[in-house]
Every structure is written in structure tokens, then in C-alpha cells.
């Protein structure tokens, strides 16, 4: 099961994209209470969004981003293209997640 939740809604060539993508976003910075050990870090590095095959935004991201980010986006499109979202974590875990519009 995918950790991004998408919606999609059409207004005239205009797509509005909105994702919530359950993601822990540690710094690296932060201690475990219980142990006093640091948190390793694990954030989104790297995030598109494309359409129809076509990536519309490419987004680069860090640390300062909150845990399960929302992102909301306006593309290009009609409803009935298909709109992708995928992001790549900076310990190399991906996640891809496709919705009809």
C-alpha cells in the first residue's frame, strides 16, 4: 500500500493535486528519549509530479519540511489524465502512487 494519498479535481485545462504523504521527516538532529541515541535522518529528498508521463514539477526537498507533509499542486491537465506522484527518501526508499483525474 502506497504512503501517498492523492486527490484530484479539474477546472477547465487546470488540474489541482492534492497528496498527503505519510512520511517521518527526521533531521537527524533530534535524540531518542528513551536510549539518548541520535535519530538517524529520513526525509523526502527528491518529489515529482507528472502528467501523463510528463513530469510537471520536480521539487527538491530537506529536513525543514513537516513530518507527513501536504503538498498541493496546480499542473496542466483535463480530467481524465493520469497524474503521478513520486518522491525518493535521501536513505533511497521510493514510493509511486498513480490516480486517474
Same mark, same amino acid.
Given at each position: 500500500? *502506497? *504512503?501517498?494519498?492523492?486527490r484530484i479535481?479539474? +477546472?477547465?485545462?487546470?488540474?489541482?493535486?492534492?497528496?498527503? &504523504?505519510?512520511?517521518?521527516?527526521?533531521?537527524?538532529?533530534? %535524540?531518542?528519549?528513551? $536510549?539518548?541515541?541520535?535519530?538517524? +535522518?529520513? !526525509? &523526502?529528498? $527528491?518529489?515529482? =509530479?507528472?502528467?501523463?508521463? %510528463?513530469?510537471? =514539477?520536480? +521539487?527538491?526537498? *530537506?529536513?525543514? =519540511? *513537516? %513530518?507527513?507533509? !501536504? &503538498?498541493? =499542486? %496546480?499542473?496542466?491537465?483535463?480530467?481524465?489524465?493520469?497524474? $503521478?506522484? +513520486? !518522491? @525518493? $527518501?535521501?536513505?533511497?526508499?521510493?514510493? @509511486?502512487? @498513480?490516480? @486517474?483525474?
Open positions: 500500500m *502506497s *504512503s501517498i494519498k492523492m479535481s479539474a +477546472a477547465g485545462d487546470v488540474l489541482d493535486v492534492k497528496s498527503l &504523504i505519510e512520511q517521518v521527516m527526521e533531521s537527524g538532529r533530534m %535524540k531518542d528519549k528513551a $536510549t539518548g541515541q541520535l535519530i538517524p +535522518a529520513n !526525509y &523526502i529528498q $527528491t518529489l515529482t =509530479v507528472a502528467v501523463n508521463d %510528463k513530469v510537471m =514539477v520536480e +521539487a527538491n526537498l *530537506s529536513v525543514a =519540511v *513537516s %513530518k507527513n507533509p !501536504y &503538498i498541493n =499542486v %496546480k499542473v496542466p491537465g483535463k480530467k481524465g489524465d493520469k497524474v $503521478t506522484i +513520486a !518522491y @525518493t $527518501t535521501n536513505e533511497g526508499k521510493t514510493d @509511486t502512487q @498513480t490516480e @486517474t483525474a
